[in-house]
């Protein structure tokens, strides 16, 4: 384990150049049936980054794992753009419309960024989810959305 | 006795404007102090829940050892950190591939998941063939062992992993380019 761990340290030496971290915020929210939100990517790298925004509902199981599956009917989600292009250092906030006519229902907008490119091997895309909890009201919706699934964690 | 009393008297108006013109300077000062209002300056700062995940080498390459085994060229590293609102949620990072019968492809010839293997932070390497989806992975059978799971993490973290592939086919590999895309997926619930 020590072994992996200086490897790892001595690989972002070699690579510090080159480590790119991508952030989202907020990464949960509540609201209520009809919610008009945003979220924002920001690209800590020192090159452009293309962003591209899908949307799936999920259900959480007892541990909190989420499970995805394409959006229910019940949910209608408007994302004012489905991509984006992000300067170094740049943040892009992504704006969103969602109704959900069978509350309570639980979306993870992910965003997805190509890292690196390469014509033989493997690229590393990094997905990051912003989480929506949608219920008739919006307060302590995502912990009423947890107690139902019969998570044990807060 | 006369140049006696001049001297006195300059001495006296010498001494009076000085006076004043000392009362004179600071006059403003003892003015401003005595009515400036006490300035009250409103702060706010709003920080919102946000995750990062960093993951180094953006690609990597394999090398063949044999016909049938190739290792990569390195291990990824992957970190990730998270502020949350409250303490006692849960964080989870896989990784997967959008394809099954073709992790990595040169557009005909396939190279399947199942035939890719993952070893987290030196662990066994696991054929990445998971169907349990953690996460916001989108993609069951085609996941490979859990890079993270979070359960009850405190409000703020950070968690660093590395996820070392390597490729193992039951036959030799068809002679070809093969390229693919690894999804590091990461979630707070």
Redesign the interface.
Known sequence: MNKVLSLLFLQLLVFGSSVSAQTVSPSIVECGKKCRGEFSITNNGLTPLAVSVEARSFTLDTLGHATNRPLDPGVDLKLEEGSARISPKGTHTFGYQLKCSVPPCSVALLSSMVLGHTAEGILVRVQLAHTVYACEKQKDCRKRVRAAAGATAK | MNTEYTVNILNKVTFVIAVLTLSLLSGPQSQAQTTSNAAAVTMTFAV???????????????TPTDSKNAT??????I?T??N???????V?TVAYFASIPAA?TNGTLNIPASDVFASV??GAAAACTLA???????NPGAICPQIF?G??VAAQGTH?D?LL?SLTSPTAFAVA?????????????
């Open positions: 919102n829940s946000s995750m990062t995940v960093a993951a180094t080498p953006s690609s990597i390459v394999f990569a060229s390195a291990a990824i590293a970190v950190n998270w949350l609102a409250v303490g006692g949620g849960n989870f990595l932070n030196g349990n989806v953690n996460v916001a992975a989108g799971g359960i009850g660093s590395s592939l380019s093969y390229s693919g895309t690894i999804t590091i997926s990461a979630q707070a619930t």
